[in-house]
């Protein structure tokens, strides 16, 4: 049976477009993650976890700011002095220390260079009209905005699932007639 490099094609730039909605380890160069955490703790003391959801709110499906990614940074910086952490309720809390502000002082244009970039990828559209990765990566994006819309949100959740399950249905309705096709051929 003969493989219709297309096909291949495809799965490769549908598997590559969720790839680039997933992958937090392109968003931020080495030593970034660092500096955004410095930047997010500027506006006031912070737990893990609300680093994390700060992280996710500014950055859409692009990132996924992970415990895994998070947490050593912060070590990194309580262990340089950079941020103070205390135990409240249980929960960690981090504080930027003067050594810390000074450093994001030092480092004002670099973390401005970082947010500058990011924002300006999250606002530049998509196009209309494109190939296969680009026009699955502006659905993935629209799907994961929607979603997060509408949690909480009975109604919003209702028709959204409508909605992702009528394109369901149509997506495999393509493909079904699609073989059809090649079929008969």
Same mark, same amino acid.
């Given at each position: 049976?003969?493989?219709?490099?297309?096909?291949?094609? =495809?799965?490769?730039?549908?598997?590559?477009?969720?790839?680039?909605? =997933?992958?937090?380890?392109?968003?931020?160069?080495?030593?970034?993650?660092?500096?955004?955490?410095?930047?997010?703790?500027? =506006?006031?003391?912070?737990?893990?976890?609300?680093?994390?959801?700060?992280?996710?709110?500014?950055?859409?499906?692009?990132?996924?700011?992970?415990?895994?990614?998070?947490?050593?940074? @912060?070590?990194?910086?309580?262990?340089?002095?950079?941020?103070?952490?205390?135990?409240?309720?249980?929960?960690?809390?981090?504080?930027?220390?003067?050594?810390?502000?000074?450093?994001?002082?030092? =480092?004002?244009?670099?973390?401005?260079?970082?947010?500058?970039?990011?924002?300006?990828?999250?606002?530049?559209? @998509?196009?209309?009209?494109?190939?296969?990765?680009?026009?699955?990566?502006?659905?993935?994006?629209?799907?994961?905005?929607?979603?997060?819309?509408?949690?909480?949100?009975?109604?919003?959740?209702?028709?959204?699932?409508?909605?992702?399950?009528?394109?369901?249905?149509? @997506?495999?309705?393509?493909?079904?007639?699609?073989?059809?096709?090649?079929?008969?051929?």
């Amino acid at each position: 049976m003969e493989t219709d490099i297309r096909a291949v094609g =495809n799965r490769r730039a549908a598997q590559a477009a969720w790839e680039g909605l =997933n992958e937090g380890a392109r968003v931020f160069e080495l030593g970034q993650v660092r500096l955004a955490v410095i930047s997010l703790l500027a =506006n006031g003391p912070r737990h893990g976890y609300g680093i994390m959801k700060d992280l996710r709110e500014r950055l859409g499906p692009r990132y996924r700011g992970s415990s895994g990614s998070v947490y050593p940074a @912060l070590k990194q910086l309580e262990s340089e002095g950079l941020v103070t952490c205390e135990t409240q309720a249980g929960r960690k809390q981090f504080t930027l220390t003067r050594t810390g502000k000074r450093e994001l002082a030092k =480092n004002a244009e670099a973390c401005e260079r970082i947010w500058r970039r990011i924002d300006e990828s999250q606002t530049s559209p @998509l196009p209309v009209d494109g190939d296969v990765p680009t026009l699955l990566q502006r659905l993935l994006r629209a799907v994961y905005s929607a979603s997060e819309a509408s949690v909480g949100r009975p109604g919003l959740e209702a028709a959204l699932r409508g909605l992702l399950g009528r394109m369901a249905a149509e @997506l495999e309705t393509f493909k079904t007639e699609t073989l059809s096709e090649k079929e008969t051929e």
